[in-house]
């Protein structure tokens, strides 16, 4: 329904936060983007991570050179369960759709334009046709690999961190994420508390991301995470989905968009 | 001035939210502690810790008694440089009563009433009053030691740690402390970030400190940080100064209070 | 010239320890393990993995069954430059045949034999057929997924690590590697040392596969890492190697072996 | 009964490597050391700390200067339970003289010679005489304050780790110290192993020291810890010891050794 109501709320001379995905199909997704436009209202959706701190002081030292030409960009994203529950109608989307979308804004926020997208997935135990866990393999038009895993089923719990491998040096984001720095020290080891779920880890962030928005609307300024943003990740998401059921490369035709 | 300033607010009937140390002897202390009892006005202290995610967590499990018995606490807390500049006039207290006094509160509310203070101290190169370095062993009434390390020229910035060990396990606050999450990998190792100042460090203690506030003028409850807790850690830290200086264990006198 | 130098220490009834790969072309190799095997000597390949301390814990654990089904594997292998310098013959076989067969023969101890490879790769700049930086996906006869991610120009240095990401639980090995445990904290943050290389990472897990081919030879028992288990791992790289050219999926057929 | 073997084996013309304390009073400890040198022969100390790896390289460091100026020595060395087992006739030596021994050492190594000694401790539950946890304060000569912290019953297990902080940077010594890098992820936290004794941590130093010994008995040169380093590491753990029973502070008298 996002698209929707997107669409009706630009209509209506509306500024729109919208969540991601943006819509589940590119055709909704466009009219929604043209509606805002059209209106002149603000989109912006909810990439957080383009607003966490540590995701942004990555992609400042990215900027400034300091890992010289990018070789790899690895993104792990996982949740202990469907954060939305079980999706038996399809409406929420695969988990490329509801999941991956996230890590492929992140790729081409950090690394730039994707040129084919590979997918390889595993199903539920008790639907096939639901996608659990995801390995993509996405090729950059800058010439670097990007490695992404995805799962909705990660026992220990939520998870999101991202490694840049370069020439020079490698960042790595996100690798000591823990919900407060209490380590407890019993005979088994040492044992250091890791982040419930997406609302703990990225807690700053939705601040941030919420800000801007209305930081957008006073100003008029741009959203860094807007429509376009949005319509390219959900494009990826696709391609990434169609390679999976195909069991081939999903070539990436930036001149249609 | 913040006793003279605690209590002429008091008596102009303000609730009071006064920084540490509340005084810099314990006769002013008390003078404001009693005008605010005698105006009925809520007087909450700066001891941000107490609001700290990190110690919050630390002491529930220690109240539930995860850690056993107390062996030792350590508390290691330094800042780069003097965070107010330098104090010729003396006029901001000696280290202990400007920097320990968090960590004697921290003592108190961990672990319980000391029965001793003993502290070690180099002074600074220009200025053979002006404590630099501390070390200060605490002797609590329930048996624990305390250590407590100090310092106000820590070439690498500032750091606010610690750890209860117990006889059955052993809690450690504050150790991975790091702005964000961002490794930076090069050829020369690991480069983590560390915390700039303690603003930075306890950002979230400083706002929830406030919220708390808020909560007890409104509801009109007893604040976790009130006017006694100033007290008792401004006597800490003057036994602490005085043991430095006389060479001896000064011992603290309950009754008194 | 491996397999061949296999080959003629077999026949001359010598018990041999033979660095990876162990051959180039599947046939040598198989004409390699043949003779080993109709000398009746021992023949152990050096797969210095299956003997670090870090990887035989895991793999315990592993099969004591406390990661659950496994959902993933990832491994990541690199080094600061080829470490036998550039190979302008290709006699020393390309980044599958050289590097990922490591990773290769780590997958299938830990999880078990692969149904399919998946290979994506960058060139090196100077030579379209030189192989530089890799990602592998292996599909797992179980189900499982497998990432691995190779490269020859890791700017930072050697890195040897691994993930297996199970419904019930996680496993990381290798997260924390540095030579010494020695933290320098500086106003720019802290340095960790890394590991400068496999020599150094793997120091002690050479020592150990040496002992274990001392005690096959005395007691006439069967190597941990032998002869087949080369042959299995080579299929492999070579499929990858196949599937990266191919620009396709690669099925291994194991009944061929 | 150390130095006594050591003044027998010394006049037998044996080199002597003897495990730490030296002896339990300073006059059978000098005998020893006469004894060694009277008959020509080598005699080292087990302080294995001056073999370790991580405590090597921190010593390094600190020679070259990158730690500036000195400000303060911090080690926490402690033990699950008395490695020797319960001690009821007071042979083993007290804490000071068992434990702190290898910490006074190292106080020497990395430092320098120490001014005066101020220790706290706390009695086992069961046995007054006995000291279970301490916490020493040392006054080094160069200005430096010394903070050592033992005990013998941290119900973790095994610790051994150290600070040196300067004023242009700081060292740590054996934080992560782990016997195998290998971290369960679970619902409950990532759980990390820790060393389970004094053997497993310095497994590799062990072996140096005993090298090292073959060597200086090989070459004639002296050892790295000989039998002044054992005396002068015996009378700190003395003073220690002292301050703690008579409450004040024991200056040491480098002119009368």
Known sequence: MHAEMV????????????????ALDPGAGRRAVRAASAA??????????????????????????????????????????????????GRLGSLFVDMSIHDMD????????VRAANAFATAARDDARDVETAAIVLEF??????????????????????????????????????????????QDGVLVPTPADHIERHRGAYVTEIRHFVECVRTGSAPAAGGDDALAALELSLAAERSYREKRPVELCHALR
């Open 7 to 22: 669409e009706r709320a630009a209509r209506a001379g509306k500024h729109v936060f919208c969540e991601k995905p943006l």
């Open 141 to 186: 038009e800058g010439g670097a690999l990007g490695i992404i895993d995805n799962t909705r089923v990660a026992g220990y719990g939520f998870d999101c961190r991202a490694e840049v491998m370069g020439r020079r040096s490698t960042l790595r984001i996100g690798t000591h994420q823990r919900p407060v720095d209490l380590e407890l020290l019993t």
């Open 40 to 89: 002149g209202v603000c989109l912006q959706v909810g990439f957080q991570r383009r607003f966490d701190a540590d995701w942004v002081a990555a992609k400042r030292r990215l900027d400034a050179g300091e890992v010289g030409d990018v070789l790899l960009l690895h993104v792990s994203h996982r949740n202990r369960c469907p954060p939305h529950g079980p999706d038996r109608t």
């Open 106 to 113: 992140c790729a081409r926020w950090l690394i730039g334009e």
